[in-house]
């Protein structure tokens, strides 16, 4: 766990704490999945919320993700889902995660979660606007979400209280 965050109680109010990319999201996603390089920042966003009520907020990507998700998800925050404990005897490499396309193991190292927002994409906001209104009109995207390439994001106090406007209500 990082010493710097303490847990929550488990009947805390629940709270987005964390931004994760995936290049495919519905209602039925079992796991996130991170490359080899992620797998530290998974297991620290997973010791500080597992055992918590926050949740993990899921942005489908622009770009390569086309070939994976509709359209119409791409660039998008498109749900959130709560991360569970992590069942005996299986281990983050358990949750690895094939491409679909080539079946190439990108992402090795995931964690068990199950989803607690799906709308629909329309209601689904873009993850452009959102930085905008986080960090001001002037704020650079493609370097907020570089990192979200290799390993989840902690979010700050604004983006979260954001998020949960279109997902806590």
Not at 54 to 60: E, M, N
Not at 120 to 136: N, R
Request: charged content about 20%; proline content about 11%; hydrophobic content about 40%.
């Amino acid at each position: 766990m990082s010493g710097q965050i303490p847990r929550r109680l488990p009947n805390a109010p629940r709270s987005i704490c964390w931004l994760q990319a995936l290049c495919r999201f519905g209602e039925d996603c079992g796991h996130i999945a991170v490359p080899e390089m992620g797998l530290a920042r998974l297991r620290e966003m997973a010791d500080e919320i597992v055992e918590s009520n926050d949740l993990v907020a899921i942005y489908v990507p622009e770009g390569p993700a086309t070939a994976y998700e509709s359209e119409e998800k791409l660039g998008r925050v498109v749900g959130t889902v709560k991360l569970v404990p992590m069942p005996f005897g299986r281990s983050e490499h358990d949750y690895q995660c094939p491409d679909p396309m080539d079946q190439y193991l990108r992402w090795p190292y995931g964690w068990p979660c199950r989803v607690v927002h799906a709308p629909q994409p329309h209601q689904c906001p873009l993850l452009s606007d959102l930085v905008k209104e986080a960090y001001g009109p002037g704020a650079a995207f493609r370097p907020f979400v570089a990192p979200l390439c290799y390993a989840p994001m902690r979010l700050v106090a604004e983006m979260s209280r954001i998020l949960e406007r279109y997902f806590m209500m």
